[in-house]
């Protein structure tokens, strides 16, 4: 990135003062997961305030993407049951999704492939026995807040780009947005983590993501979301969409160390995940 596009990357970024702050219950959740001395009543009584948000945990406990055995029905064998990490990773998707209220189809399709790939990012770290599972679930949730903000600040041109690689399989969005901005969202995306605070080896993930070889902090779970957005890609989850996307070909498929039949095992697997996709995107 030249020193002329960074500079117009970081006036995009240093513009984000005005997105939507995070709510008051979510702000107050976080912080108190962050303190290992919180107790679940404690989560209990400031969830139970916010009435959507009590509701969107007792879903998600019964929901197929955290697989509980029995029916979850009071919200305090909720806050149990998935735990202070699952917790975390159910307060940000709720804030990432408030980020997209005005839903049109640019829309629905970044929300869609966001949360499609924090999903396989937590199924793949389960599959490959990555002890932080819902650390992958995070890192996939955010690997694309560079084009949150992209589509937040310059929405038109981010249209154009999203029909761009909508409609040309062979055109991915690091390409059709360097033509278009002389930069990309992952740049972007770092830039914005950095002033966000987020966690090194999130801020890692968001700006090496299609670049896996080059993260040094933590490079598996940056080899996790690469795989993991490759795979959104082949099952057409969100914008770019490219059925006939030969895995075995990429770095991190070998990496992860996946075969011909893992992988196809692994894609059957998703293929069952993601048709309850309809009902996970509205959690």
């Known amino acids: 990135m030249s020193q002329q596009t960074a500079s117009i990357a970081e006036k995009i970024v240093q513009a984000t003062g005005d997105l939507p702050t995070m709510p008051h219950v979510a702000s107050m959740v976080l912080q108190k997961l962050g303190n290992p001395n919180t107790s679940p009543?404690?989560?209990?009584?400031?969830?139970?305030?916010d009435q959507a948000l009590a509701a969107r945990v007792?879903?998600?406990?019964?929901?197929?993407?955290?697989?509980?055995?029995?029916?979850?029905?009071?919200?305090?064998?909720?806050?149990?049951i998935m735990g202070f990490d699952s917790l975390r990773s159910l307060v940000m998707s709720s804030v990432m999704q408030?980020?997209?209220?005005?839903?049109?189809?640019?829309?629905?399709?970044?929300?869609?492939?966001?949360?499609?790939?924090?999903?396989?990012?937590?199924?793949?770290?389960?599959?490959i026995r990555y002890p932080k599972v819902e650390e992958a679930f995070l890192a996939g949730l955010l690997h694309d807040?560079?084009?949150?903000?992209?589509?937040?600040?310059?929405?038109?041109?981010?249209?154009?780009?999203?029909?761009?690689?909508?409609?040309?399989?062979g055109i991915g969005f690091p390409q059709a947005e360097q033509e278009m901005f002389g930069f990309n969202h992952a740049q972007v995306g770092k830039l914005i983590a950095k002033k966000w605070n987020f966690a090194e080896v999130i801020e890692e993930v968001i700006g090496c993501h299609h670049e896996p070889r080059q993260a040094q902090v933590l490079?598996?779970?940056?080899?996790?979301?690469?795989?993991?957005?490759?795979?959104?890609?082949?099952?057409?989850?969100?914008?770019?969409?490219?059925?006939?996307?030969?895995?075995?070909?990429?770095?991190?498929?070998?990496?992860?160390?996946?075969?011909?039949?893992s992988l196809d095992k692994l894609l059957e697997q998703l293929g069952a995940l993601l048709a309850e996709k309809d009902s996970l995107l509205a959690l």
């Open 41 to 49: 009543k404690e989560l209990h009584q400031i969830i139970s305030t």
């Open 219 to 261: 490079p598996v779970l940056t080899v996790i979301v690469n795989f993991s957005n490759l795979l959104c890609h082949k099952l057409e989850v969100g914008p770019t969409r490219n059925p006939d996307l030969e895995l075995l070909q990429f770095d991190s498929t070998r990496l992860l160390r996946f075969n011909e039949e």
């Open 58 to 80: 007792l879903k998600v406990a019964n929901s197929p993407l955290y697989g509980c055995a029995r029916a979850i029905n009071r919200l305090s064998d909720a806050v149990v």
């Open 98 to 127: 408030d980020l997209f209220k005005s839903f049109g189809l640019t829309e629905k399709l970044l929300w869609e492939h966001s949360f499609g790939c924090a999903a396989v990012s937590k199924h793949v770290a389960k599959v």
């Open 145 to 169: 807040i560079g084009k949150v903000v992209l589509n937040l600040k310059i929405p038109e041109k981010t249209r154009q780009v999203v029909q761009e690689v909508y409609n040309n399989p």
